[in-house]
């Protein structure tokens, strides 16, 4: 792939501001952030967050050496955005990217509730409200992985996902 060649037309600007109508344009904003929004698995994925948060309020921090609290909510917090990102970004490759991404937290988020219940450090019914929430997340996660179109895509030489 080579910037420097001349063989590319010419973006014609005059023609883009001409056409260009910002209250249709925020019409189209506000109906994709809508859409979004309304995603069953972004919505549990905040779900996931919300109760994550919770448990983390109960644990005693003194015993907590490892600052478990912290890690889990920084995975928890990492699910959502990543799903956003995987929706404004379109491309197949983008999607699947943060696709991985949000799989490795949510994985993480699991482990660590073992670890948990191992150290006695919160209520297990708290621990296994949290493992059937990550469950949830996960059977809608899969069905929107299965909703990305792989033809929509452009190779980024990577060698990934093709």
């Given at each position: 792939m080579r910037f420097d060649d001349d063989d590319d037309e010419p973006f014609d600007w005059d023609d883009f501001e001409e056409n260009y109508d910002p209250e249709a344009a925020q019409r189209e904003l506000e109906a994709e952030n809508r859409r979004i929004e309304s995603l069953p698995v972004l919505k549990k994925?905040?779900?996931?967050?919300?109760?994550?948060?919770?448990?983390?309020?109960?644990?005693?921090?003194d015993a907590d050496i490892l600052m478990m609290h912290e890690q889990m909510i920084a995975n928890a917090m990492m699910l959502a955005p990543k799903i956003v990102g995987a929706e404004g970004g379109d491309l197949y490759t983008i999607r699947m990217e943060n696709a991985?991404?949000?799989?490795?937290?949510?994985?993480?988020?699991?482990?660590?509730?073992?670890?948990?219940?191992?150290?006695?450090?919160?209520?297990?019914?708290?621990?296994?409200?949290?493992?059937?929430?990550?469950?949830?997340?996960?059977?809608?996660?899969?069905?929107?992985?299965?909703?990305f179109d792989r033809t929509n895509d452009i190779q980024d030489n990577w060698g990934l996902f093709y």
């Amino acid at each position: 792939m080579r910037f420097d060649d001349d063989d590319d037309e010419p973006f014609d600007w005059d023609d883009f501001e001409e056409n260009y109508d910002p209250e249709a344009a925020q019409r189209e904003l506000e109906a994709e952030n809508r859409r979004i929004e309304s995603l069953p698995v972004l919505k549990k994925a905040q779900e996931v967050l919300d109760i994550t948060q919770a448990i983390a309020d109960t644990i005693d921090k003194d015993a907590d050496i490892l600052m478990m609290h912290e890690q889990m909510i920084a995975n928890a917090m990492m699910l959502a955005p990543k799903i956003v990102g995987a929706e404004g970004g379109d491309l197949y490759t983008i999607r699947m990217e943060n696709a991985v991404l949000i799989k490795i937290h949510a994985r993480e988020l699991l482990t660590q509730t073992n670890y948990l219940r191992a150290e006695r450090l919160c209520d297990p019914a708290y621990i296994k409200l949290l493992r059937e929430e990550i469950e949830q997340f996960r059977v809608l996660f899969v069905e929107w992985v299965k909703s990305f179109d792989r033809t929509n895509d452009i190779q980024d030489n990577w060698g990934l996902f093709y």
